[in-house]
Structures are given as C-alpha cells and as structure tokens.
C-alpha cells in the first residue's frame, strides 16, 4: 500500500477560471450557489454530501458526512437527530465546520460558523417532503446509540409503522441544524500546486474578502 501511496499524484489542470478570477461577489453565497451548480452540471457524484466536523466536552474532534438540503438566508441547512453525537456536540458547543469535495472540478469549500436549530416549522416541512420509510426510520433509529443487533432495529421499524398507519408525525427529536457561517474559503487546484485560494471572513455585517497562500 505505501509504494501505491507514495506513486499517486495528481498534478491539476488548469480549469477555466472564468467563475472565480475578478468576480468574487461581496458575499460568498453567489459563488457557493455557483459551485455548487457546476458540481451538479459536472455530475458530480453526491454534490451535496460535506464533511461536518464538531467538537465534544473532551475537545475531541469527530467528522462525519451529511447532506446539504437547503441555503436559507445565508445559512447552510441539514437534517439529522438532534440526540446524536452531532448534536450533543452542538449543544454543548455550537461551531462547527461544513466541508466540500467536488474533485471532477478539484474544488473544495470550506466552512466555519456556528449553528442552531432551525424553526420547527421548517424541520415540519421538511420532515413531511420525506418518503414514509425515512420518517418511519427516523423514529426507529436512535442515532448514534448501541444497538444490540440489526434485528432490534427492525422490530423497532414494524412497531413505528404500525403506531403510525398514515401519517408520521417528525419525532421531537429529529430536525434541522442551519450554520451561519463566519468564514468560507472556496479552493481550486491549480497546476504545480499553485492553487487558489479565496477566503471570505465576515467582520461584523462586512464580509472581508482574500487571498491564501495554497
Ligand atoms: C453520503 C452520506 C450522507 C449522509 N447524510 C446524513 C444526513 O443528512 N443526516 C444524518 O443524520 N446522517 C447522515 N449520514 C450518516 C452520518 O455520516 C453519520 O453516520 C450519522 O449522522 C451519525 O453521526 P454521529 O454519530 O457523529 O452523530 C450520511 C452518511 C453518508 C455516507
């Protein structure tokens, strides 16, 4: 394996630039909103798949994948259980980091900011938009805690379905985080590792814009 890790290199190409090079915006969400379209455009597999990153009591830093499911007012949306690790992590301490591969393009976004519950009227909404195996699943599963086997899980998916015949009701807790950012820095790979590097940082309503060294 290490001679097989030594001999991968990817030296990159140089994209076209035309959505980054002068044309930066005054906020980060354009250029977000326009990477993330050329990572869909690109079939990109999982586009909206990103690395959370949160902390613990212990400072013990864990990562885990998630979806992004929304952009609502300069605020990066997902769903999980709100009784999980994550969100324990989030209770306790609140920032956290949204990270973004999209390697057809070798682009990389990286977030940080803080999060919070969203309303629960739009964990309702969302929630409700769910195929009924996903609402029946988010009540059997208590994410993140031990399980005994893969047959507890399934009888607790037959009496989920059974209490609820129709409609599911979206358990209490289970919902939305959004994380308001506070820096976004989105990376392009360049040839001869010359990559770049554009940060946005807000101070107070400003959002102050660079470059980073690659
Ligand atoms: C492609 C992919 C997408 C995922 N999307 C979500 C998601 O949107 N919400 C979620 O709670 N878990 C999602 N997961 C599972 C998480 O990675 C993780 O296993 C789970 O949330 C428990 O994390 P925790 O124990 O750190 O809280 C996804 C996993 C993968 C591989």
Known sequence: ??????????????????????????????LFSTWFSEAIETKQV????????????????????????EVMEEQFVFYTNYNSHKGTDLMHNNTASMLFFWPNLQRQVRIEGVCAKVATEISDAYFASRPRASQIG????????KLEDRS??????E???LQFP???PRPPHWGGY?????????????????????????????WEIYRMNP
């Open 159 to 161: 009496a989920f379905a």
């Open 178 to 206: 959004a994380l308001l950012p506070t820096k976004v820095e989105f990376w392009q790979g360049r040839p001869s590792r010359l990559h770049d590097r554009i940060v946005f940082e807000r101070n107070a309503d400003q």
């Open 46 to 69: 999982e586009p909206n798949a990103f690395v959370l990153s949160t902390v613990n009591t212990t400072l013990q830093t864990s990562s885990r994948i998630l979806y992004l499911k």
């Open 1 to 30: 394996m290490e001679d097989f890790l030594e001999q991968m290199r990817n030296d990159h190409k140089d994209f076209d630039h035309g959505s980054l090079e002068g044309n930066f915006g005054s906020q980060p969400f354009e």
């Open 152 to 157: 507890e899980l399934e009888h607790r998916v």
């Open 138 to 145: 988010a009540w059997a599963s208590n994410q993140s805690e």
């Open 166 to 168: 129709t409609e599911v």
